[in-house]
Nanobody, 124 residues
Framework: QVQLVESGGGLVQAGGSLRLSCAASGRTFSSYVMGWFRQAPGKEREFVAAISWSGHRSDYADSVRGRFTISRDNVKNTVYLQLNSLKPEDTDVYYC?????????????????WGQGTQVTVSS
């Protein structure tokens, strides 16, 4: 079992930055693929970024590539999402997720565990 708790969301002006954190419980954190997704009310949850268990591989949605960076610290059992050059359309609830395989990392079905989400609001 893995429990995930996100933090770091908030209100920021367009062009600003935020760093989201996702703290995981359990001793097997380093064996999990970690992903970040986001969801707006009434819309499907969409892929943002994923990182392999070692941190050596990462993937991004086209809409955030070059602006967002995913990283992890397997000693602290934490995965991060650095959000730079934020735009109003980045406003969403952001969720972190843990899965056992780096396969179809953009698919919510890949992930077994989810956090409760953290709100990011970008004002224009």
């Amino acid at each position: 079992q893995v429990q995930l708790v996100e933090s770091g969301g908030g209100l920021v002006q367009a062009g600003g930055s935020l760093r989201l954190s996702c703290a995981a419980s359990g001793r097997t954190f380093s064996s999990y693929v970690m992903g970040w997704f986001r969801q707006a009310p009434g819309k499907e949850r969409e892929f943002v970024a994923a990182i392999s268990w070692s941190g050596h591989r990462s993937d991004y949605a086209d809409s955030v590539r070059g602006r967002f960076t995913i990283s992890r610290d397997n000693v602290k059992n934490t995965v991060y999402l650095q959000l730079n050059s934020l735009k109003p359309e980045d406003t969403d609830v952001y969720y972190c997720a843990a899965g056992s395989k780096y396969f179809r990392e953009y698919d919510t079905a890949t992930y077994d565990y989810w956090g409760q989400g953290t709100q990011v609001t970008v004002s224009s």
